[in-house]
């Protein structure tokens, strides 16, 4: 059964523009030879972190967001444990909220709930 | 010149309301982290409801995101000046 995930992973400073890609890449084909659907990819690109992780003060943050069958996940994380480049990674299950609220931010309403309200009071 | 009986803090005695039941929130993101920073107060720390006046259940989904946020270092754990 296909359930809907979301995971975000930050990958080391250091590496070049190359080598981040093949990284995106590998742990893309994790997911689809898996039997995953990629819903949604983003990349934040470099940014500050809000304290050191591995003395490193900026890392590069990617975000997946996929239907996968729930053994599948396993695999990934063991693929990001193993994978010395990626300093830290989070999957979160996502509920229906959860789902609507990210097709919502996908399709730009950019309005997040909250600051659709701030505007509308500023 | 405020009047002599009138009180002086007009809001700190406003009725707090959850602002997640108020404008219809039903999920909290964690990778949101200005918006959570409303939840936290100067040190990093999570704000109680009775300050922020959010009821249980959003406290709760507050608070796992803040957590989740940490944990992605989009948030600090502690620090001194964070607003």
């Known amino acids: 059964m296909l359930k809907q995930y979301e995971t975000v992973f930050i990958l080391n400073p250091v590496l070049s523009e190359t080598q981040v890609k093949d990284a995106v890449d590998k742990f893309r084909a994790v997911l689809t030879n898996g039997g995953a659907e990629l819903v949604?990819?983003?990349q934040w690109g470099l940014r500050k972190l809000a304290y050191p992780i591995q003395h490193k003060t900026t890392g590069f943050y990617i975000l997946f967001e996929y239907l996968a069958p729930t053994?599948?996940?396993n695999t990934l994380e063991v693929e990001f444990r193993r994978d010395e480049t990626v300093m830290r990674f989070l999957t979160v299950a996502l509920d229906k909220h959860g789902i609507e609220f990210n097709?919502?931010?996908k399709k730009?309403?950019?309005n997040k709930k909250d600051k659709e309200v701030k505007e509308e009071q500023a | 010149m405020t009047l002599q009986n009138e009180p002086i803090q007009r809001n700190e005695n406003r009725k707090k309301y959850c602002r997640f039941k108020r404008h219809g929130i039903k999920y909290i993101d964690y990778?949101?982290?200005n918006f959570l920073l409303k939840f936290v107060n100067e040190q990093g720390k999570l704000l109680p409801s009775r300050i922020t006046g959010t009821s249980e259940k959003f406290q709760k989904k507050v608070a796992t995101a803040v957590k989740r946020a940490?944990?992605?270092?989009l948030?600090?754990?502690v620090?001194?000046?964070l607003k």
């Open chain 1, 103 to 105: 097709q919502r931010r």
């Open chain 1, 71 to 73: 053994n599948l996940i």
């Open chain 1, 108 to 110: 730009g309403d950019f």
């Open chain 2, 70 to 73: 940490r944990h992605l270092a």
């Open chain 1, 40 to 42: 949604n990819e983003e």
């Open chain 2, 79 to 81: 620090t001194d000046s």
């Open chain 2, 75 to 77: 948030l600090p754990y």
């Open chain 2, 31 to 33: 990778k949101d982290a």
